[in-house]
């Protein structure tokens, strides 16, 4: 697709901020089928090309220090995959920028378990019994991929981004009734902090966003500061 013909990824209601003018008129894409991180970005103004990765989110949590590093060791995964098969599909036309990430949710210590998207609703009511009464991280990788002439082709950059969930002492039926909705399957952690979800957590500290899938906040702090050292989309 041409430049002219590609929709500006930068909405109307953007606020009028340098990083904001750096991705005016460029091929910005998210790595991810989550709708609740587009609707994210959107809400602040960035509307990117949706291209979800397919990469299997089987990266053993061993391997990493924190839950932090698992994280974007994902995130990087899927926007390295999205950015090199844009690249291969289109080479007269690749993206400018391909925006990865991953979200998990981390017990309190001593166990720091990472957990994911729970494998069915008997693995989900196991999740929220051990939340009751506790206080979870809720963790966010994300990755950059820009474009970049020396080998390999791409440059990458990561921000984590933590929050605290405290839960209340949920009722056992709370727990049961919650799971029969099906609403936190597909959830990292097997809860929706927007939906019915809220009715368990107690309060949180921390970015609401990034608990919902996206860490607004720091995301576009960082992308202001990237902008203002000019490592930010340096192939204008």
């Not at 440059?155 to 909705?181: G, I, K």
Request: net charge negative; aromatic share 8%.
């Amino acid at each position: 697709m041409s430049t002219s013909a590609r929709p500006d990824p930068v909405q109307s209601h953007a606020l009028k901020l340098p990083l904001f003018n750096k991705l005016a008129g460029k091929r910005v894409v998210l790595a991810s089928a989550s709708p609740r991180r587009s609707e994210i970005l959107k809400l602040y103004g960035l509307s990117p090309e949706v291209v979800p990765s397919t990469f299997p989110e089987e990266l053993s949590h061993g391997d990493y220090d924190d839950a932090g590093q698992y994280a974007v060791a994902t995130a990087t995964a899927k926007a390295v995959e999205v950015y090199e098969k844009l690249v291969a599909e289109s080479p007269e036309d690749p993206p400018d920028l391909v925006i990865g990430a991953d979200t998990v949710v981390v017990l309190p210590p001593p166990s720091s378990t990472i957990l994911e998207k729970p494998r069915n609703e008997e693995d989900q009511l196991s999740m929220l019994q051990d939340y009751n009464g506790n206080t979870v991280q809720v963790v966010t990788g994300v990755t950059l991929v820009q474009p970049q002439i020396a080998t390999p082709g791409y440059s990458l950059s990561s921000l984590v981004n933590s929050t605290s969930v405290v839960f209340a002492n949920n009722p056992p039926e709370l727990l049961r009734a919650y799971v029969a909705s099906r609403e936190g399957l597909d959830r990292a952690g097997g809860f929706a902090i927007q939906g019915l979800g809220g009715l368990l957590i107690k309060e949180i500290k921390g970015d609401y966003n990034n608990c919902v899938g996206f860490p607004a906040q720091a995301f576009f702090e960082w992308l202001a500061q990237l902008t203002e050292e000019g490592t930010f989309l340096e192939m204008d």
